[in-house]
């Protein structure tokens, strides 16, 4: 299956939700720790070919990037968050000495997680190392509204995909919380770890099921209705859990990677929840993806600065 | 670039669209209609100043096949298909992103000018979308970040202004210009002396602290001593002073502590043992049981 090597440290990898070919990396130059960033536009070869994976295009950026996140609007536009604390659109219909499109620095610290609005496709909101979460639209030049109530770095953000107005954060605060962008503060605290939590999604048929990876190596499930206990503490990794993604095509079927340098597939609602290991990375994985468009292809980037791009069950490595 | 016709109606639908919710009702609000900004907007949930004029989005939002209103994409260009080229893209932003009034005023010189410098009409676009208007504040606080020469006293002829700003982007917008990505980043090594020029000075900083801190622990120190010594001379000498007054005298102790039958007592000074020096003694009868004096005989 596709293999891709990037330059620099993995950091994020999205499909586009236009095309099932399509893909961005997100990565940063010595781990992300200084020096530059570069966004990558790969493209999948749709038939067998000696390079299954050629890269349409790559943008330089001066930081390290974090975060990528394809619009919804509209199949060129993407929006990446970088470690200078900017989020800067990239148009791939426009010539590449007119890109970043735009650049909306706003965030004091690195913007560490992005994601577009799938419900509404206007808007989309961003998550901050300053403990901030701010809502952007693309009719407007700056953030539409700051919510500022986390006590340490925003981590992972994350819309409910079946509310336009729901989104949940996730923070170092050990705390996940759920906001309405029409009310002032947040909805619900879920003290949801005892460690830090890196990342949160929703789940894609329930729109009350949210799954949480933390730094307890755990990922967990919680309902939003009754959060005192999860509904599944999925244990397995080995180190912290960098980022988990709820499968766009399963109810029950949970993506994870983590500092263990493994990704896993979970089924959170049956007794043996690991379903899959896959052991590709030979550095941290920090970036994982599912295509909406093809059952089962999945992504995944990580400091080994490599991208591979599998289907579910199949050995990555394999060519 | 690649093909771009699908973008105009939206991604295919997500697969999750397709069923229903499956667990009972959600403890969230329901979700309210029109876009993210007029949700917020009616929510009086954002800050005062983040509201921007909404009186003429219905300009910039453009019906679609669908049949319900997206967000303008940079491709649709509502100031027409000009012959500018490759240039379009660059000034649709202008309507794209610059909402409220600015579109409906500014929209044709907005074309001229963005086909020569496309980026500048961008800029044109944003200021627009802030300012809510066309006039003074227009050019101000959106685009420059509220500072510099560019924001005051520009509003006044905004064609011509437009096309000094698309000339000088170059120079004076600085690493923010979002169209003037920086062409070829600092190298590793770059970065690397950089921040290696940080640690050095914060050493050089932390160096020069601790030397002269312990300097001044010096200074203390032997200003502590010398003041030692000084109280004590002074009190010597007051002591003095004060015996003499009470018609005191010390005895004048020259000669070493007498030891037992007055003799002086050996010791380190040797003008107590000249007679050791001077010659050999007659030995006594106890051969030299008496040299060091105490002599048992005696």
């Given at each position: 299956m596709p293999v891709f090597k990037t330059p620099f440290n993995?950091?994020?990898?999205?499909?586009?939700?236009?095309?099932?070919?399509?893909?961005?990396?997100?990565?940063?130059?010595?781990?992300?720790?200084?020096?530059?960033?570069?966004?990558?536009?790969l493209d999948l070869s749709p038939t067998p070919s000696p390079t299954p994976i050629s890269e349409l295009t790559f943008f330089d950026t001066a930081d390290g990037i974090y975060d990528v996140a394809w619009s919804e609007s509209h199949d060129n536009l993407l929006v990446a968050a970088v470690a200078d604390g900017s989020l800067k659109l990239y148009d791939l219909s426009l010539p590449p000495q007119q890109n970043p499109s735009r650049s909306l620095p706003e965030h004091t610290r690195e913007v560490h997680s992005v994601d577009w609005n799938p419900t509404r496709r206007d808007s989309f909101i961003s998550g901050s190392w300053d403990d901030t979460i701010k809502l952007w639209t693309v009719d407007r030049p700056t953030s539409v509204r700051t919510f500022k109530e986390h006590a340490y770095c925003v981590y992972s953000v994350a819309w409910n995909p079946r509310h336009a107005d729901v989104f949940a954060s996730a923070s170092g605060d050990c705390t996940v919380r759920v906001w309405d962008v029409r009310e002032p503060g947040s909805t619900m605290i879920i003290p949801g770890h005892e460690h830090e939590i890196l990342s949160c999604d929703w789940n894609k048929y329930d729109e009350c099921l949210l799954a949480t990876g933390s730094v307890d190596k755990t990922v967990r499930v919680w309902d939003v209705r009754s959060y005192r206990t999860p509904i599944a503490v999925l244990a397995g990794h080995g180190y912290a859990v960098r980022k988990v993604k709820c499968s766009p095509h399963h109810r029950n079927m949970v993506m994870s990677c983590s500092y263990d340098m493994t990704v896993c597939m979970w089924d959170f609602m049956v007794e043996d929840a690991l379903i899959g290991k896959y052991d590709q990375h030979t550095e941290f994985a920090v970036g994982i993806d599912m295509s909406v468009l093809v059952e089962g292809l999945l992504a995944s980037t990580g400091w080994d600065e490599m991208v591979y791009v599998w289907q579910h069950g199949t050995d990555p490595r394999a060519t | 670039m690649a093909t771009t016709t699908q973008g105009?109606?939206?991604?295919?639908?997500?697969?999750?669209?397709?069923?229903?919710?499956?667990?009972?009702?959600?403890?969230?609000?329901?979700?309210?209609?029109?876009?993210?900004?007029?949700?917020?907007?009616?929510?009086?949930?954002?800050?005062?100043?983040?509201?921007?004029?909404?009186?003429?989005?219905?300009?910039?939002?453009?019906?679609?096949?669908?049949?319900?209103?997206?967000?303008?994409?940079?491709?649709e260009n509502n100031i027409g298909n000009s012959s500018y080229g490759g240039y379009n893209s660059g000034m649709t932003y202008n309507s794209g992103y610059g909402s409220g009034m600015y579109n409906s005023i500014g929209g044709g010189y907005g074309g001229m000018s963005g086909g020569m410098y496309g980026s500048s009409m961008y800029r044109g676009g944003i200021g627009g979308g802030i300012g809510g208007g066309y006039g003074g504040g227009l050019y101000g606080s959106g685009m420059y970040g509220g500072g510099g020469m560019y924001n005051s006293g520009l509003g006044g002829s905004m064609g011509g202004y437009g096309t000094g700003m698309g000339m000088g982007m170059g120079g004076p917008f600085g690493p923010q210009d979002p169209n003037n990505p920086p062409p070829s980043p600092p190298g590793f090594w770059i970065s690397f002396l950089r921040v290696m020029e940080g640690v050095v000075n914060f050493f050089g900083r932390i160096s020069l602290l601790v030397d002269q801190n312990t300097q001044a622990v010096h200074f203390f120190m032997s200003a502590l001593l010398q003041l030692f010594d000084r109280g004590g001379m002074l009190y010597g000498e007051l002591a003095r002073f004060v015996f003499r007054i009470l018609g005191l005298r010390r005895k004048s102790n020259k000669i070493g502590p007498a030891g037992p039958n007055g003799l002086p007592l050996p010791g380190p000074d040797m003008q107590n043992d000249q007679r050791l020096l001077e010659g050999p003694k007659s030995a006594p009868a106890g051969a030299w049981d008496n040299v060091w004096g105490n002599d048992a005989r005696r």
């Open positions: 993995g950091y994020s990898v999205k499909f586009s939700p236009f095309y099932e070919h399509r893909l961005a990396v997100a990565t940063s130059q010595n781990f992300g720790i200084l020096g530059n960033g570069r966004l990558h536009i | 105009a109606s939206g991604p295919p639908p997500k697969p999750w669209e397709r069923s229903g919710s499956s667990s009972g009702p959600a403890p969230f609000r329901p979700p309210s209609a029109g876009t993210t900004s007029d949700v917020v907007e009616a929510s009086g949930t954002a800050k005062p100043g983040e509201i921007v004029s909404t009186s003429d989005r219905n300009n910039t939002v453009n019906t679609n096949a669908v049949g319900r209103p997206l967000p303008t994409r940079p491709w």
